[in-house]
């Protein structure tokens, strides 16, 4: 099925560790994103991709950093994670900067303990 | 402060009955307006999206209106069934290239 792919589903890691959720969308879209959802507030955007071989900070990029590897797939790395790392991420994509067809995966619940 | 914002932040309706969400934004320059569906533990899905034009837009028993000059909008639900239990989101795009601003969500319960 076309769409959104994002691994893994569940991690859980300690304070110090660091790890990588990937990302990869079928659709032939150019642009990608990475967001991050909390308990009673909205999705925020952490970095995004508008095409292949270009990146930019979203509203809360720190702590994180990204690679558009191809068009296919964009990486979100965390260094040196912390509690307040503690989230659900989610990877989109969507069809240039009128968000056409944009679509999410189905997300990662990170825990860090 | 959101620039996004909804209401109620939850609510609980029987099956079969209708409801309706809110959604007031102050975002500008308006692009796009998007109501998205997000089943617990999966990603948003989208159901309808309106621009500055457009007033109304269905998707089966989901109605989105739109009222760009007060910036309002709200999604009605007719006929609610158990799979329509979920988060609701309004995600409002701003301008060329502009990033979404997204509500916190309206948790919508529906009891047999």
């Known amino acids: 099925n076309a769409g959104v792919t994002q691994t893994p589903k569940f991690q859980v890691l300690k304070t110090g560790q660091s790890m990588t959720l990937q990302c990869a969308q079928d659709?032939?879209?150019?642009?990608m994103y990475w967001y991050r959802q909390d308990p009673g507030m909205g999705l925020r955007l952490i970095y995004y991709?508008?095409?292949?071989?270009?990146?930019d900070k979203g509203e809360v990029p720190n702590g994180y950093n990204v690679s558009r590897l191809n068009k296919r797939e964009f990486s979100l790395r965390l260094e040196s994670a912390a509690p307040s790392q503690t989230s659900v991420y989610f990877c989109a994509s969507s069809d240039g900067q009128l968000h056409y067809g944009y679509t999410f995966g189905s997300g990662t619940r990170l825990t860090v303990v | 402060k959101n620039q996004v914002e909804q209401s109620p932040q939850s609510l609980i309706i029987l099956e079969g009955k209708n409801c309706t969400l809110q959604?007031?934004?102050?975002?500008?320059?308006?692009?796009?307006l998007r109501w998205y569906k997000q089943d617990t533990g999966r990603g948003p899905v989208s159901l309808t999206i309106?621009?500055?034009?457009?007033n109304t837009k269905s998707n089966g028993r989901y109605t989105a209106t739109l009222d760009a000059d007060t910036k309002q909008s709200s999604l009605h639900i007719t006929a609610s069934q158990l799979s329509d239990s979920a988060s609701y989101i309004c995600?409002?795009?701003?301008?060329?290239?502009?990033?979404?601003?997204f509500g916190a969500g309206t948790q919508v319960v529906v009891t047999p």
């Open positions: 309106m621009t500055f034009s457009e």
């Open positions: 995600v409002v795009s701003a301008g060329s290239w502009g990033k979404l601003q």
């Open positions: 959604c007031n934004y102050t975002v500008s320059p308006f692009s796009n």
């Open positions: 991709s508008a095409s292949e071989g270009t990146t």
């Open positions: 659709m032939n879209h150019n642009s």
